[in-house]
């Protein structure tokens, strides 16, 4: 991460790691951008007292630990099994000499998505599961067109997911042509996908959702998916290939509920053939070449209720026609030359908006006006826009908020007091250099809050006293450079705290560490450029479930962390210096 | 120890153990066996015969029940599980819902 740069772009729900123990996570290097989501991932908790552990599981952890020791399992019930196989695959002990011993025992769901050195070795055992074979996730794998061959006789196979996985091409394709049972098929990120290697999807009927993200060659291969009329949802974000022919088979698409097709080529014109979609509730079209004109079709969807249209070019010009759009509940205008103009025109769309997002746009105090009253209103982007202290007056009454970016605004912290009656916000961006103490002094009553980024506010020591109100915060970002040692140690009692960022706090020493070495609930913690040292390392030995950790600019080598993992950390998956 | 307050568990090979109620009860199935209503010739007789359960396995399996409520009464030792009965005890504890 390095820099002190924090501006953070909002992320698709669909976007955060949702998975126990997410691998995917430390692959995106970053965790700052699900800090800034919803949702948390679920993380599987070490037993906590009194949970006591069932024979079944102690039997499980035990294969776990000696696993070399089991030569097959298919004497065990597939329920079992497939508990061993899962225990294995998540503590990374699974081999493909280990994996031998699975051969034939009936398992239903493989997912090795990202997981370590699977390739075609691994096929056999892994096709051995024959018919009862359901669902295997083979992202970020080295499996060939050769590999996927031995998938031909899982019959059964409902869902298939071939993220990332650079050595598949059309072939391969050709070798699942026959699984007509599939419902989900994954091919993110595939760069030999021809729109000819498509055609081999016309024959996969049962089709509910296909994700084609990031394949530059399919360009006039949709053709072939027209007859898959059960899909319901298609992703082709990102095929900058795409363009407005292709939206033209889309149109016998009648089941389809979400579409995705951002940063692609598609103009006003291609938006047309989307007329018929009478079920489309999700319409992503972030970075499309699209204007206000679009709107007239959009209006001939009843059940649209998600629309992104981010990064479009959509201006004031055309914008009263959003009135025709009465469904919907999340809009997306971020990075759109827009004015306050725009919002009073949103105003018949306002009365049952959910989510807003206005991020960069033009936006200031006069047009908030239009958002007052709305209480359905759940979350309110308004980043990087002239929005300031009088704009956040007419916010005051939204009382169902639960999620408000104001970093980058020029909001100061005397508006920050029309704030506090909005109890029920959870997540609060207050990233800008003009907030201090006596803007967080005003928030005491917000004590719902979960998430609060005050990245490049200026909080000193003083201003940590009225942190200890917000007991349930699982994030926080402080990274002006004003904490010292004894700030920090107001941040001990934040026992739920999950997500920790003090970097850039040059004075912080290892003291610190010491301070919030109870906050043993951490996941990710950043104290870069701060004055932390290798002996400061030994405060974090009862941060068991930490997976990522910062301390770049500090005097820390990537030895002395390595050594904390092996002996202190186990789940520790993502540090720096690396 | 009252004779309603224990009950007896009968391996395949016909290995008798007596032990607590409330340790066996561990299990969800024998819970289940001997709290539900009807006339289970278990509840009655206060004895529960496993013909698929060796006694080596039976053993292991009571050694669990009082290890769990020494647990949750607070003494969190570790419980010790043989390599070589892993497998069968498995078995065992899927079926004993334990």
Partial sequence: MGGACSRKPERDYEDSPCRGLSRRFCKSGSLKWWTSSFAYPSVDFHLRKGDCPSLLELCIKKINEDIDRYNTFSMLPRDISQQIFNKLVCSQRLTSVSLEAFRDCALQDLDLGEYAGVNDSWMDVISSQGSSLLSVDLSGSEVTDFGLSYLKYCENLLSLNLNYCDQISDHGLECISGLSNLTSLSLRRNDSISAQGMSILSGLVNLVKLDLERCPGIHGGLVHIQGLTKLQSLNIKWCNCITDSDMKPLSELVCLESLEISCSKVTNFGISFLKGLQKLSLLNLEGCLVTAACLDSLADLPLLSNLNLNRCNITDDGCEKFSRLENLKVLNLGFNDITDACLAHLKAVLTKLESLNLDSCRIGDEGLINLAGHRQLKCLVLSDTEVGDTGLHHLSGLSGLEKINLSFTVVSDSGLRKLCGLTSLKSLNLDAHQITDAGLAALTSLTGLTDLDLFGARITDYGTNYLRKFKNLRSLEICGGGLTDAGVKNIRALSCLMCLNLSQNCNLTDKSLESISGLTRLISLNVSNSRITNSGLQHLRTLKNLRSLTLESCKVTAYDIKKLRSTHLPNLVSFRPE | ?98
């Fill in chain 2, 1 to 98: 120890m009252r004779k309603e307050d224990t009950v007896k568990l009968i391996s395949a090979e016909g290995f008798e153990f007596v032990v607590d109620k409330e340790a066996a009860m561990v299990s969800q199935t024998i819970h289940n066996m001997l709290t539900s209503p009807g006339s289970f010739a278990e509840r009655q007789h206060g004895e529960v015969t496993f013909p698929e359960i060796s006694t080596t396995i039976l053993e292991k399996i009571c050694q669990y029940f009082y290890w769990h409520l020494q647990f949750a009464s607070g003494k969190e030792t570790e419980f010790p599980i043989e390599p070589e009965l892993t497998l069968e005890l498995m078995m065992a504890a899927n079926y004993l819902h334990t």
